[in-house]
């Protein structure tokens, strides 16, 4: 299988939000239009506005770049005004992200990819097949 660009980076979160919809009191959500967030943009926005941490703090936080994380950051906010504004409901899902010990990476062709909670470790690469792979070492 031939990629096209820059494979995605896995963003590390420290905990999905307990909720994900927030909606406009007195609509009923089926008559509300919707913009999506993703995990790693809402902890992002959590990092950087809620906690008050610099962008680059956030950045090793989340095991990202500093452009990466402003990318997120802007994204987020940017849906949130909307929805704000034009009256929207919020959905949180999807997104790129995993907890800390979740997060493998295969020797042999470098694909990283997040293992479901509760599993251990994978036995096998899902991209090639390759049986030698290791957890992500994360760089504080």
Same mark, same amino acid.
């Given at each position: $299988?031939?990629?096209? +660009? ?11 939000? +307990?909720?994900?919809?927030? @909606?406009?009191?007195? #609509? ?16 992002? =926005? ?15 936080? =989340?095991? !990202?770049?500093?452009? #990466? ?9 940017? @849906?949130? !005004? ?11 899902? +999807? /997104?790129?992200?995993? #907890?800390?010990? /979740? !997060? ?13 909670? /509760? ?16 957890? $992500?070492?994360?760089?504080?």
């Amino acid at each position: $299988m031939h990629r096209k +660009g820059r494979p995605k980076c896995i963003r590390i979160v420290k905990d999905k939000p +307990g909720i994900d919809y927030f @909606k406009p009191r007195g #609509t009923p959500l089926n008559k509300l239009k919707s913009v999506i967030l993703s995990i790693e943009e809402i902890e992002a =926005m959590r990092l950087v506005d809620l906690e008050g941490l610099e962008q680059e703090k956030a950045a090793k936080e =989340m095991k !990202v770049s500093r452009r #990466t994380l402003a990318r997120d950051l802007k994204r987020g906010r940017k @849906k949130t !005004v909307e929805a704000l504004v034009e009256g929207k409901a919020i959905e949180i899902r +999807g /997104g790129f992200f995993a #907890t800390e010990d /979740g !997060v493998f990476i295969c020797r042999e062709c470098s694909h990283e990819w997040v293992a479901p909670s /509760g599993e251990g470790k994978p036995t096998r690469c899902p991209e090639c097949d390759v049986k030698d792979i290791r957890r $992500m070492i994360q760089n504080g």
